[in-house]
C-alpha cells in the first residue's frame, strides 16, 4: 500500500513548514481548524491528529525577510533588538525606489553606520537628504 503524507505550506513563503506520515491505507476524512486556541484537528479512518500553530506569530517577521518583504517584516516583528536591522533593509528598499527623504527616516532608526549611508547619498549626488 502507498504511504499516505501530509504536507503543510507557509501562506507567506509557499515553502513546506510539516511534512508527516499518516501511515498507509489512511484516507483523510476531515479538518476542523481552532482560531481561538490556534490548533488544527484532522482526523483519518484510523488516527486523530493534532497540529498547534500557536507560536507561528512569534517569528513571522523573518518569513516576510526571506520573500523581501521588509515593510511587513517591520510591521510583524516584535522583538526591539531586531528592530534596527530591519529598519536598514526597509531603508535600502526605499533608497532604491527613489525616496531619498523617507529612506533617509529609516536609516536613522537601523544599526547601518553613519559613515555607510553618508556615502550612498554622496556617490549617487544626493546631498541634500543629508
Known amino acids: 500500500m502507498l504511504e499516505t503524507f501530509i504536507n503543510i505550506y507557509s501562506k507567506i513563503t509557499k515553502r513546506m513548514v510539516c511534512n ?5 491505507g489512511s484516507a483523510m476524512l476531515g479538518l476542523c481548524t481552532d482560531n481561538l486556541l490556534q490548533n488544527v484537528w484532522m482526523h483519518s479512518n484510523k488516527k486523530i491528529f ?3 500553530y500557536g507560536h507561528e506569530s512569534n517569528n513571522i517577521w ?3 525577510l526571506k520573500i523581501n518583504k521588509y515593510k511587513d517584516a517591520d510591521k510583524q516583528c516584535r522583538d526591539p533588538k531586531y528592530k534596527p536591522l530591519i ?8 533608497f532604491e525606489s527613489g525616496n531619498y527623504g523617507r529612506s533617509a527616516v529609516y536609516y536613522a532608526k537601523s544599526n547601518k553606520s553613519f ?3 553618508t556615502l550612498k547619498f554622496l556617490n549617487t549626488n544626493l546631498h541634500q537628504h543629508l
Request: net charge negative; proline share 0%; hydrophobic share 45%.
Open 87 to 94: 529598519a536598514g533593509m526597509v531603508a535600502d528598499q526605499i
Open 62 to 64: 523573518m518569513d516576510y
Open 20 to 24: 508527516s506520515n499518516i501511515g498507509s
Open 50 to 52: 493534532f497540529l498547534e
Open 115 to 117: 559613515e555607510e549611508i
